[in-house]
């Protein structure tokens, strides 16, 4: 298996986007249980562009777009046996001018720390995806520390999962999934604890934006991706942040499917981003973040 090494033109590219789901490994194999796919599409008005990693791959080369693509793997929770990390970073080497591929690993498998270091290893993945309330973690539990830690050794970012979720709404209880961990509050004992290793704290984290922006203000090795909510429902005071003191560490990203970039790229026109700010949040950020510039 070829191990991932990015060729992207950064010249060729006008943004990256930081927030890719592969729903589908081209095989009949899909992310989730039919039951919660079906109710996310719901919840989000998912249609549209096809799901497997060579479509995607086409689909962002045709906007000039670079993707960061990835799986969340919560067997333990779902039942349900994820789509493969390292095929997925196998496909990003098929496109490595336009994919960067994050790793997944369920915090609760025994063997987690392993598959971390082989998928940085043997696959070259540039990082790793948790959905706290999905895998059904408390993220600043330090029984989870050594994973941090060897992500952390690796040299690559961590990207959460925080805020709401459409993964289970609207079914009985929510699936089970329970918001709370997904509070980004709860990373500041990671952000803390592991100082060289940079968060993502993805999506505006509604109902607890404010929360985030302590953290981003607070922790500099913490980041916010924009992922997930259409922009012109951003938080006023996430907005005001973005164009000010974390302007540094703010991420495009869309959450394609469920939100596609021609979206997002759409409806951040109705927002109150200052044009300035623009170019570092849509790619030069990223590309420090990523070490893409090197």
């Given at each position: 298996?070829?191990?991932?090494?990015?060729?992207?033109?950064?010249?060729?590219?006008?943004?990256?986007?930081?927030?890719?789901?592969?729903?589908?490994?081209?095989h009949g194999?899909?992310?989730?249980?039919?039951?919660?796919?079906?109710?996310?599409?719901?919840?989000f008005?998912?249609?549209?562009?096809?799901?497997?990693?060579?479509?995607?791959?086409?689909?962002?080369?045709?906007?000039?777009?670079?993707a960061?693509?990835?799986?969340?793997?919560?067997?333990?929770t779902?039942?349900?046996?994820?789509?493969?990390?390292?095929?997925?970073?196998?496909?990003a080497?098929?496109?490595?001018?336009?994919?960067?591929?994050?790793?997944?690993?369920?915090?609760?498998?025994?063997?987690?720390?392993?598959?971390?270091r082989?998928?940085?290893?043997?696959?070259?993945?540039?990082?790793?995806?948790?959905?706290?309330?999905?895998?059904?973690?408390?993220?600043?539990?330090?029984?989870?520390?050594?994973?941090?830690?060897?992500?952390?050794?690796?040299?690559?970012?961590?990207?959460?999962?925080t805020?709401?979720?459409g993964?289970?709404?609207?079914?009985?209880?929510?699936?089970?999934?329970?918001?709370?961990?997904?509070?980004?509050?709860?990373l500041?004992?990671?952000?803390?604890?592991?100082?060289?290793?940079?968060?993502?704290?993805?999506?505006?984290?509604?109902?607890?934006?404010?929360?985030?922006?302590?953290?981003?203000?607070?922790?500099?090795?913490?980041?916010?991706?924009?992922?997930?909510?259409?922009?012109?429902?951003?938080?006023?005071?996430?907005?005001?942040?973005?164009?000010?003191?974390?302007?540094?560490?703010?991420?495009?990203?869309?959450?394609?499917?469920l939100?596609?970039?021609?979206?997002?790229?759409?409806?951040?026109?109705?927002?109150?981003?200052?044009?300035?700010?623009?170019?570092?949040?849509?790619?030069?950020?990223?590309?420090?973040?990523?070490?893409?510039?090197?």
């Open positions: 298996m070829t191990r991932y090494e990015p060729a992207i033109d950064l010249d060729a590219i006008d943004a990256i986007d930081v927030h890719v789901h592969i729903e589908d490994d081209g194999h899909t992310s989730l249980p039919d039951e919660l796919a079906a109710a996310a599409d719901a919840y008005s998912a249609t549209g562009p096809e799901r497997h990693i060579d479509a995607v791959a086409d689909y962002y080369r045709e906007r000039r777009t670079a960061v693509v990835f799986t969340v793997d919560a067997e333990t779902l039942h349900h046996p994820p789509i493969s990390s390292a095929d997925i970073a196998a496909g080497a098929r496109h490595n001018d336009i994919l960067i591929p994050f790793g997944s690993v369920d915090p609760h498998r025994d063997d987690a720390v392993d598959r971390i082989r998928l940085v290893d043997e696959s070259g993945v540039r990082g790793f995806k948790f959905h706290p309330t999905v895998q059904g973690f408390d993220p600043s539990d330090e029984r989870w520390f050594p994973l941090y830690a060897a992500v952390q050794d690796a040299g690559v970012p961590a990207l959460f999962h805020g709401q979720t993964i289970g709404a609207g079914l009985p209880g929510g699936y089970g999934f329970r918001l709370g961990y997904s509070n980004p509050m709860l500041d004992a990671v952000a803390a604890a592991f100082p060289q290793l940079q968060i993502i704290m993805a999506h505006p984290s509604v109902p607890w934006q404010d929360e985030a922006l302590s953290v981003a203000t607070h922790k500099h090795n913490t980041w916010i991706d924009l992922s997930g909510w259409s922009p012109k429902y951003f938080p006023a005071e996430l907005v005001r942040y973005a164009n000010s003191l974390i302007k540094d560490r703010v991420l495009f990203g869309s959450d394609f499917p939100i596609t970039p021609d979206r997002w790229r759409r409806d951040v026109e109705q927002t109150a981003l200052k044009p300035e700010v623009m170019p570092a949040i849509m790619k030069d950020n990223a590309v420090r973040l990523l070490g893409l510039g090197r």
